[in-house]
Structure formats: C-alpha cells, structure tokens
C-alpha cells in the first residue's frame, strides 16, 4: 500500500522560504507506531529534533539518499537537488526574480553535501527501512521564496491558509502518481479544524467528514482517498517525520545560499537562521546599507 506524509518548514520565520513536502511510501501495511520506532532507531524524526540550524548532518544523509534511489543518483548541488524535488521545477523559482534581487538566492553555488552530510549513511538508513518492508515511492517539495510567499498571503488572507494550499496541491500531486486512491497524513495547519471552509485546490470536490476534534481532522474524497491531519504527526507518523527532515534541509541550503551571498560581499555579517532571534536581527540591521547599496528588493528579503 502507499501512504503518504506532508508536512512544512519555514512558516514562522522573518527570512527565507516556506517549504512544504510530501514523502509517499511503499509499505505492506500501515501501522503507526511500529513504524514510528523503526523510523526512531534509523535516525527519522521530527525535523524539530534531528535538523536544527547548525545540525543538518542527518537530514542531509537521509535527503541524498532519498533523492539516490529515486532519480539514480545523488543531487551534486543545490540546484540540482531543486531540479529533481521541487514541484514546480527550477525555472519557474528562478524566472520570477527581480534581475537585481536574484543573487541573494541564486549567485552562491553550494555543492552537496553542504552540511558535513554523507550520502552512505543515507543509504544504509534507507536499506533498514527497505528489510522491514519499507520503501519511498515519491518525494516533492513546493516552494515559496519570500515574494511568492507575500503575494499569496496578500491572495488567500494569512500564511496560514497559504500553507494549506501548499499542502493541498501535494496531496494532488500525489494522488496523481498513485494508482488509486491514497491515504495520507499532514500535519495540523495553524489553528484549524474545519478545513474544507479554507480550502483553495479541494475547494468544490466531494467531501465527506470523517472526523472533526481538537486533534485531528479526517476526511475522505472519492478519486482522492482518505486525508487527515493530525497534531504532533511528524512526532507520530513516519512519512510526516521524512518530510520533515526533507523540508527542513531544503529550507536550509536556501538560508546557505543566502548567507554566502551576503558573506561575499561582508564577512563580518553573521549567518542568519532566519528565524526570530537575536542573530538574524543583527543581520537584518548590519546588512540594511548593503542591500541598498545592491539594489535588494525589500519585498524580496523580509516577510
């Protein structure tokens, strides 16, 4: 049977894309917490736990590995890496850029892997689940660079409903390359519960209710399959966990790329998270007359 986990990075970040991903797998049967421990001791778990900023190692191993034995061989740079993962392809990310705002996110080559990751290790993860029945069918990222992300909010209201439109048109791209209808695990999107109020792909189809609580929210779509999302599911759910750590390093080479660029032309910048905390604060501040001075599109850089 196929199953299939999304999940996202970056929603809450003051920098950088919001990255969302689908891992579907191959698997005799589905049960959650065998799958969960299996995943536990290969190194699978919450991105939260296993990739945080200046710890990418593992998540780095794991993705190559994925991205090996899908496409033949290992992504030898991030833009390879995007060619092969992103939903959308490489061209579309790049042609929506200002001439004068690309280079922040596309001038520094990073050759993989960037963050002490090893490819073996990957495999040899991948080769446990394999012995257990355990195979990846599918991987797809969507991503959103800072502008993409500030038009869609301005579309859809909150970048809330915006991730769950990213969410949405993975479980179709999904679905599309399954043979029938498929089951499929996302993680619990904002505050929300009724989703089909929200809805921007799945707006109009057939839906029923499967279940509707403070945990989950369950549903099925004839031509679909049956779609739930869950609190803590990448904490709980194997293929939510992967795309995780899968998310979470794509967002990560993006913040390198943008870090080496500004390091270029200033070593004395500190390498930004992203995130709000003190360190991308003083990088938001020290690099203010660099950006001018570059010609950095404002709506380009900050949220």
């Known amino acids: 049977m196929l199953v299939c986990g999304i999940d996202e990075n970056g929603l809450g970040p003051r920098l950088g894309p919001l990255i969302a991903t689908a891992v579907t ?44 034995e899908l496409h033949g061989h290992a ?23 200002p001439e004068r705002s690309s280079p922040q996110c596309w001038s520094a080559r990073v050759l ?44 859809l209201g909150s970048r809330t409903t915006v991730d769950l439109s990213l969410f949405e048109r993975l479980l179709l791209d999904a679905r599309s390359a399954a043979p029938s209808d498929l089951d499929t695990v996302l993680g619990m999107v904002g505050g929300i519960r009724d989703y089909p109020s929200y809805f921007d792909h799945l707006r109009g189809r057939e839906l029923f ?21 869950e609190v803590d599911a990448d904490a709980r759910h194997l293929p939510v966990a992967l795309a995780s750590m899968v998310g979470k390093y794509v967002r990560e080479l993006a913040m390198e790329r943008q870090n080496r660029f500004y390091a270029s032309h200033d070593a004395e910048l500190p390498r930004a998270s992203g995130y709000h905390d003190p360190v991308t ?7 203010r007359p660099l950006r001018k001075r570059l010609g950095i599109v404002d709506s380009c850089f900050e949220r």
């Open 112 to 155: 993989l892997p960037a963050f002490g990751g090893d490819s073996a290790a990957g495999r040899a993860s991948l080769a446990r689940l394999a012995r257990h029945g355990v195979t990846i069918a599918r991987v797809r990222s969507q991503i959103l660079c800072v502008s993409a992300l500030r038009e869609e909010v301005a579309r």
């Open 75 to 97: 992504p030898s740079d991030a833009d390879e890496l995007l060619h092969q993962l992103s939903l959308d392809g490489l061209l579309p990310l790049r042609a929506r850029c």
């Open 209 to 229: 209710v499967l279940e509707q609580t403070a945990k989950a929210s369950r549903y099925r779509s004839p031509g679909l399959g049956t779609f739930s999302f």
């Open 281 to 287: 604060r003083r990088f938001v501040d020290r690099s």
């Open 25 to 68: 797998l191959d698997l005799p049967r589905y049960d959650r917490a065998r799958l969960r421990r299996i995943g536990g001791r290969v190194g699978i778990d919450d991105s939260k736990q296993t990739a945080g900023f200046g710890q990418m190692a593992a998540a780095e191993s794991l993705a190559l590995a994925v991205l090996e």
